[in-house]
């Protein structure tokens, strides 16, 4: 069955420096998106991307934070300079069509010390 | 203000009982909801799905029903299982803002042998 990957699976990082964090989506799949989620918080929405271009972004998603498609499978997040409260576990997902299902991948783990 | 929230943090049953758990939303644009399941260190797992036009619906031993109404919704679990202990999220979608899930903060599922 198709999934959605990430790497890497943790990521420890010092605070000012920057992160890339990686994300293959399903295949056949159009809309992709990332999530974060803080330790025992519920699931927040960062940003979608579709056509190249984002689509929708939260409040959160501010200037230091930057998505890219820089080939054909991968889809990447990047935060500028890093900062403590952007310790989270960072999903990944994706959809074939525009409000269908989002499947998600398995995460990665921020630590910014 | 505008959320999508569970009515309990933790849920206890027993094998073989079956489970329900509730969800309330408050934004009226909601139209589409996922369940979906997170294990401990993983990403959520999509359980299944329903768009406000219906009031039921069902899959491999669960059930989501939707009333509109009064803007809840619960998923059924029968026949429980321990590998059903999880964390259980609701999340909905607007017809006016076509990207982001909204995601409410998640019941904890523990079934007990």
């Known amino acids: 069955e198709p999934e959605v990957t990430q790497t890497p699976s943790h990521q420890v990082t010092q605070m000012g420096q920057e992160v890339i964090l990686r994300c293959v989506p399903i295949s056949n799949h159009l809309y992709f998106y990332w999530y974060r989620q803080i330790l025992g918080q519920k699931v927040e929405f960062l940003v979608s991307?579709?056509?190249?271009?984002?689509?929708?972004k939260s409040e959160i998603f501010d200037d230091q934070f930057s998505v890219e498609r820089p080939d054909g499978s991968n889809f990447t997040l990047k935060i500028r300079s890093t900062k403590l409260e952007d310790s989270a576990m960072y999903f990944c997902a994706s959809s074939e069509k525009v409000r269908e299902t989002q499947y998600f991948g398995p995460g990665t783990r921020l630590l910014v010390l | 203000g505008e959320s999508v929230g569970l009515h309990l943090p933790t849920l206890s049953v027993q094998e073989g009982d079956n489970s329900i758990i509730n969800c309330a939303y408050s934004?009226?644009?909601?139209?589409?909801f996922i369940w979906y399941k997170q294990e401990s260190g993983k990403g959520p797992q999509f359980i299944i799905d329903i768009r406000s036009n219906m009031d039921k619906r069902q899959g491999q031993r669960v059930t989501v029903l939707l009333n509109k109404t009064v803007k809840h919704l619960s998923l059924q679990i029968a026949a429980t299982q321990p590998g059903d202990s999880a964390v259980y999220f609701c999340?909905?979608?607007?017809?006016?803002?076509?990207?982001?899930?909204?995601f409410g903060k998640g019941t904890s599922l523990l079934v007990t042998p």
């Open positions: 999340a909905e979608n607007r017809w006016n803002s076509g990207y982001a899930l909204n």
């Open positions: 934004n009226s644009a909601s139209d589409y």
């Open positions: 991307f579709y056509n190249n271009e984002i689509s929708e």
